[in-house]
């Protein structure tokens, strides 16, 4: 083999690498790995120079940055822009709920926006949210009807990205007052791991997890079976 041949054969090795680094840059659940403690790890959603360039940037860049007068402008004279999506599956619902502009989501959500709908690697806009603490908008999602056992590629669940951050109380508390809690902190992910393991190696409040063990649950729904109101409300029906 000549030295040519082995100088494209490094370089196509080099090229396959630099892809497999930069696909894994734009994976939010893996994109940590590339950030120092210097650096700003806001690299969840794709960055554009001039969002003014066409509609789609634009509305998308409104929805993150709350501009609400823009949005709605851009959503009267194309109200097909409520489901735009970036280069990642990112759409308005989700730049909103990342960056906790809830009269964005309300507002998105009253014009007929998907809560549901995917990104690429299978995010919701509440892995959005969850990914980043922000509790208020992912109590209206979860109001619209958010599912939050929905799974990633990676199998993540909302609580799974909720869990691994260290701020992540209010967060979980939100999760946690679902009936379904119990079943979605057992989730495994593709990793093996449950939300509960993720919150024991990475935050302070894997003890909150006590609050959605299957006993607690069984006390908290006979609380509610007991309730008069609850109990003269199912007679009625």
């Not at 893996?30 to 509609?55: I, L, R, Y």
């Not at 489901?83 to 990112?90: F, K, N, R, T, V």
């Not at 302070?204 to 007991?226: D, N, R």
């Amino acid at each position: 083999m000549s030295d040519s041949e082995d100088e494209n054969k490094e370089m196509k090795s080099f090229a396959e690498v630099h892809d497999e680094i930069k696909q894994c840059k734009r994976n939010p659940e893996t994109s940590g790995m590339f950030v120092s403690g210097w650096d700003d790890a806001d690299q969840d959603v794709e960055e554009v120079k001039d969002p003014k360039a066409n509609p789609i940037d634009y509305v998308l860049w409104a929805a993150e940055h709350g501009e609400m007068c823009v949005l709605k402008e851009l959503l009267k004279k194309q109200p097909g822009l409520v489901h735009a999506q970036d280069a990642d599956g990112y759409t308005p619902l989700h730049r909103a709920a990342y960056s906790n502009h809830t009269d964005v989501i309300s507002y998105l959500l009253s014009i007929g926006a998907n809560v549901n709908t995917k990104t690429q690697l299978g995010w919701t806009a509440l892995h959005s949210a969850s990914n980043w603490n922000n509790y208020m908008a992912a109590a209206r999602l979860l109001a619209a009807g958010a599912d939050p056992g929905a799974l990633s590629d990676g199998g993540q669940t909302p609580m799974h990205l909720a869990a691994k951050i260290s701020n992540c109380k209010s967060m979980l508390l939100i999760l946690f007052l679902r009936d379904d809690a119990v079943e979605i902190a057992h989730k495994i992910n593709s990793a093996k791991e449950t939300p509960l393991q993720l919150a024991l190696r990475h935050g302070l409040y894997a003890s909150l997890f006590e609050m959605v063990t299957p006993a607690v649950s069984y006390i908290k729904s006979i609380a509610f079976t007991s309730n008069p109101y609850y109990r003269q409300k199912s007679v009625c029906k």
